[in-house]
């Protein structure tokens, strides 16, 4: 049991040091770049915490953030990217409505990616997505991925304000 909380940890930690990261690109194809790779360590840190729907739909987003990343992200790949988050995150949700913030959080990002190439809008996602994963987090008892999340919130408000101060 505490080996797999330990390994969880540093998955998530891998992860969130990733999508941090991430937050600090001007534009949507060097976020989606840098964003290919944190759901990867998001999938194992899940595992090994035992939350299966969220394995699954970072499996998915895997995926997904690799078109966003080459530009072939359609309104029909995002339609069917939801479709798989919904459908696999319930079959092999082991979790009840907790199971249900993952698909919440990657649905919406989805729709984000699709709607916007604008990096701000993305970071908005994104606020949006940590808050919903901190959800799932504290649920499943992954203190380390919750304190991650808020500072990833914090870090990426900070570039909203930063990035809407140059912009103007």
Same mark, same amino acid.
């Given at each position: 049991?505490?080996?797999?909380?330990?390994?969880?940890?540093? &998955?998530?930690?891998? &992860? +969130?040091?990733?999508? /941090?990261? *991430?937050?600090? #690109?001007? %534009?949507?194809?060097?976020?989606?770049?840098?964003?290919?790779?944190?759901?990867?360590?998001?999938?194992?840190?899940?595992?090994?915490? &035992?939350?299966?729907? +969220? !394995? !699954?739909? @970072?499996? !998915? @987003? $895997?995926?997904?953030?690799?078109?966003?990343?080459?530009?072939?992200?359609?309104?029909? *790949?995002? =339609?069917?990217?939801?479709?798989?988050?919904?459908?696999?995150?319930? +079959?092999?949700?082991?979790?009840?409505?907790?199971?249900?913030?993952?698909?919440?959080?990657? *649905? #919406?990002? /989805?729709?984000?990616?699709?709607?916007?190439?604008?990096?701000? =809008?993305?970071?908005?996602?994104? $606020?949006? @997505?940590?808050?919903?994963?901190?959800?799932?987090? =504290?649920? !499943?008892? +992954?203190?380390?991925?919750?304190?991650?999340? $808020?500072?990833?919130?914090?870090?990426?408000?900070? %570039?909203?304000?930063?990035? *809407?101060?140059? %912009?103007?």
């Amino acid at each position: 049991m505490i080996y797999n909380f330990t390994l969880g940890t540093i &998955c998530s930690l891998l &992860c +969130a040091i990733l999508i /941090a990261w *991430s937050t600090f #690109s001007k %534009n949507k194809k060097d976020m989606a770049k840098i964003q290919i790779f944190n759901p990867i360590f998001g999938a194992l840190s899940n595992f090994f915490l &035992c939350s299966y729907s +969220a !394995v !699954v739909t @970072n499996v !998915v @987003n $895997v995926i997904r953030n690799y078109l966003t990343y080459k530009e072939k992200i359609t309104k029909k *790949s995002t =339609i069917l990217f939801i479709a798989f988050y919904i459908l696999f995150g319930i +079959a092999f949700n082991t979790r009840g409505w907790i199971g249900i913030f993952p698909i919440l959080a990657s *649905s #919406s990002y /989805a729709i984000f990616c699709l709607k916007s190439n604008n990096g701000q =809008i993305l970071r908005y996602g994104l $606020v949006l @997505n940590q808050i919903l994963w901190l959800f799932h987090d =504290i649920f !499943v008892r +992954a203190y380390p991925s919750m304190i991650v999340e $808020v500072l990833i919130s914090i870090i990426t408000i900070y %570039n909203i304000i930063k990035y *809407s101060k140059g %912009n103007k």
